[in-house]
């Protein structure tokens, strides 16, 4: 049985760059896949490269959230810098999302007139920039030391946000933009889908301005796909692909991993799997308890590939927002992601195109084998055909590969059915999962424990449990 200071099972975003902030340590990094990244991986198809999921890349300007661990593990990842965060296309109106405040309040106002749009924005826009100014952003529990440190952070919020903290978002848009048209309330649904996994009658301001404000930073793309970023966090890191952890043993105050090829004593456990799904590693009673307390999110993601035997340059992402619901989905959107046509690897012989819509997994899972292929094809064909509509130079000949993947298709190659967490509100804050849990050395990391999703989001989240395990 070897021995070894930190296991980390799973290598997503948060397993990634919390094994890299680590490395100097007896680190082991465990993935059942080949491909490393989760929801953020590229994968080969047919010849072909596509990004499983996640394509946008964000917290990169000095200073920001990812790029502060960038720094600290010397990682400078191959990026570009995308003209737009992305283009919304709704009902014949186009409108750029981008970090220029003042072309995009001018095309607000044009194409969504209410008086009070600037106050609204300008809102928004200012509780994102206070939140990202608060030092020592921190959440943890499961100790006195953690919960006075999480208590100085909040309390930094409601010193800094005062009454924005405890509004909720519907009751800030009725105070500022009043009763609104259906397709602003879709324009700004669809956009906190992104970033949140919900709409706003269900969020608090605080979680719609950070939803809403991501587009406000600047965004970038992966050149090599989102995989290639992954790969680089990893380069000095001791990763075991093809390797997964079965069962895990407390053991006094270390744990016994089995695997698919060996067994190992750790002395701390970093969980990147889902916070959900955590319980099925243990028979320890105490610690399932734990983790089965945390109610499934079904959220989960429908996502087409596409690949284009078409050379032409498209902006890196568009969000599609169509009149009604797409079918078998909880959306009126789709968010559609090109590669770079400058890709060597990507756009190889065309272009990649990832196109992703919000929908539940238990849908998928309640299905027969028919059901499943009929539903399938059927919103996979719905969603193709409304693409080629809202992109005139693109011709049905010119798609050459094209398949997708559901919730059931990610659980048997990344091990997840959803995507992200809930969302943090005011009802759930302090219920929350936090990276450290009620039992000694074993932690988590990853969308689905504060701060969420995206990758400032997880590198936050990230930031936290780096403290805890150094401190």
Same mark, same amino acid.
């Given at each position: 049985?070897?021995?070894?200071?930190?296991?980390?099972?799973?290598?997503?975003?948060?397993?990634?760059?919390?094994?890299?902030?680590?490395?100097?340590?007896?680190l082991?990094?465990?993935?059942?896949?080949?491909?490393?990244?989760?929801c953020?991986?590229?994968?080969?198809?047919?010849?072909?490269?596509?990004?499983?999921?996640?394509?946008?890349?964000?917290?990169?300007? !000095?200073?920001?959230?990812?790029?502060?661990?960038?720094?600290?593990?010397?990682?400078?990842?191959?990026?570009?810098k995308?003209?737009?965060?992305?283009r919304?296309?709704?009902?014949?109106?186009?409108?750029?999302?981008?970090s220029?405040?003042?072309?995009?309040?001018?095309?607000?106002?044009?194409?969504?007139?209410?008086?009070?749009?600037?106050?609204?924005?300008? !809102?928004?826009?200012?509780?994102?920039?206070i939140?990202?100014?608060?030092?020592?952003i921190?959440?943890?529990?499961?100790?006195?030391?953690?919960? =006075?440190?999480?208590? /100085?952070?909040?309390?930094?919020?409601?010193?800094?946000?005062?009454?924005?903290?405890f509004?909720?978002? =519907?009751?800030?848009?009725?105070?500022?933009?009043?009763?609104?048209?259906d397709?602003?309330?879709?324009?700004?649904d669809?956009?906190?889908?992104?970033?949140?996994?919900?709409?706003?009658?269900?969020?608090?301001?605080?979680?719609?301005?950070?939803?809403?404000s991501?587009?406000?930073?600047?965004?970038? @793309?992966a050149?090599?796909?989102?995989?290639?970023?992954?790969?680089?966090?990893?380069k000095?890191?001791?990763?075991?692909t093809?390797?997964?952890i079965?069962r895990?043993?407390?053991?006094?105050? #270390?744990?016994?991993? @089995?695997s698919?090829?060996?067994?190992? /004593?750790?002395?701390?456990?970093?969980?990147?799997?889902?916070? @959900?799904?955590?319980?099925?590693?243990?028979?320890?009673?105490?610690?399932?308890?734990? @983790?089965?307390?945390?109610?499934f999110?079904? !959220?989960?993601?429908?996502?087409?590939y596409?690949?284009l035997?078409?050379?032409?340059?498209?902006?890196?992402?568009?969000?599609?927002?169509?009149?009604?619901?797409?079918?078998?989905?909880?959306?009126?959107?789709?968010?559609?992601?090109?590669?770079?046509?400058?890709?060597?690897?990507?756009?190889?012989?065309?272009?990649?195109?990832?196109?992703?819509?919000?929908?539940?997994?238990?849908?998928?899972?309640?299905?027969?084998?028919?059901?499943?292929?009929?539903?399938?094809?059927? =919103?996979?064909?719905?969603?193709?055909?409304?693409?080629?509509?809202?992109?005139?130079?693109?011709?049905k000949?010119?798609?050459?590969?094209?398949?997708?993947?559901?919730?059931?298709?990610?659980?048997?190659?990344i091990?997840?059915?959803?995507?992200?967490?809930?969302?943090?509100? =005011?009802?759930n804050?302090?219920?929350?999962?936090?990276?450290?849990?009620?039992? #000694?050395?074993?932690?988590?990391?990853?969308?689905?424990?504060?701060?969420?999703?995206g990758?400032?989001?997880?590198?936050?989240?990230?930031?936290?449990?780096?403290?805890?395990?150094?401190?």
């Open positions: 049985m070897q021995h070894i200071d930190i296991a980390v099972v799973g290598a997503g975003i948060g397993g990634a760059m919390i094994s890299a902030l680590n490395r100097d340590k007896n082991i990094l465990f993935e059942k896949a080949s491909n490393l990244g989760g953020a991986s590229t994968f080969r198809k047919n010849g072909s490269h596509f990004n499983a999921g996640a394509t946008t890349l964000m917290g990169l300007n !000095k200073g920001e959230v990812v790029q502060k661990i960038f720094d600290k593990i010397e990682f400078k990842p191959n990026v570009i995308s003209n737009q965060a992305f919304v296309l709704q009902n014949g109106k186009s409108i750029d999302r981008g220029d405040m003042e072309s995009f309040l001018d095309s607000i106002n044009r194409l969504y007139p209410n008086k009070n749009n600037n106050i609204f924005w300008s !809102k928004i826009k200012e509780i994102d920039t939140f990202w100014e608060i030092n020592d921190y959440f943890a529990k499961h100790n006195l030391k953690a919960y =006075l440190k999480t208590a /100085k952070f909040f309390s930094q919020m409601a010193i800094k946000l005062k009454f924005s903290l509004e909720s978002a =519907l009751s800030f848009i009725a105070r500022t933009l009043g009763v609104i048209s397709d602003y309330k879709d324009f700004i669809a956009q906190l889908l992104i970033t949140l996994q919900e709409k706003s009658d269900n969020l608090s301001l605080l979680s719609m301005a950070l939803g809403l991501y587009s406000f930073h600047d965004v970038y @793309y050149n090599g796909g989102m995989g290639s970023v992954i790969d680089g966090i990893l000095d890191v001791n990763v075991h093809k390797e997964k079965l895990i043993e407390k053991d006094s105050d #270390k744990f016994i991993l @089995y698919t090829r060996s067994s190992y /004593k750790a002395s701390k456990v970093i969980l990147n799997s889902t916070i @959900y799904d955590s319980a099925s590693l243990f028979e320890d009673k105490s610690i399932k308890k734990y @983790y089965n307390q945390f109610e999110s079904d !959220k989960s993601a429908f996502v087409v596409l690949k035997n078409i050379k032409k340059r498209f902006l890196h992402h568009y969000q599609i927002i169509l009149e009604k619901e797409l079918p078998q989905t909880i959306s009126k959107s789709f968010f559609v992601s090109f590669s770079d046509i400058e890709d060597d690897l990507l756009s190889h012989n065309g272009l990649s195109v990832t196109i992703s819509t919000h929908t539940k997994a238990i849908f998928w899972s309640n299905l027969s084998k028919m059901e499943y292929i009929d539903e399938k094809e059927k =919103l996979q064909e719905f969603i193709i055909k409304a693409f080629l509509e809202h992109f005139e130079a693109i011709k000949e010119h798609i050459v590969q094209q398949f997708s993947a559901t919730s059931s298709t990610f659980d048997r190659y091990s997840r059915k959803n995507c992200g967490g809930e969302a943090i509100s =005011l009802k804050a302090f219920n929350f999962p936090s990276c450290n849990t009620p039992f #000694k050395n074993l932690y988590n990391v990853g969308d689905t424990v504060f701060a969420s999703q990758w400032s989001g997880i590198a936050l989240g990230v930031n936290v449990l780096h403290k805890e395990l150094n401190g």
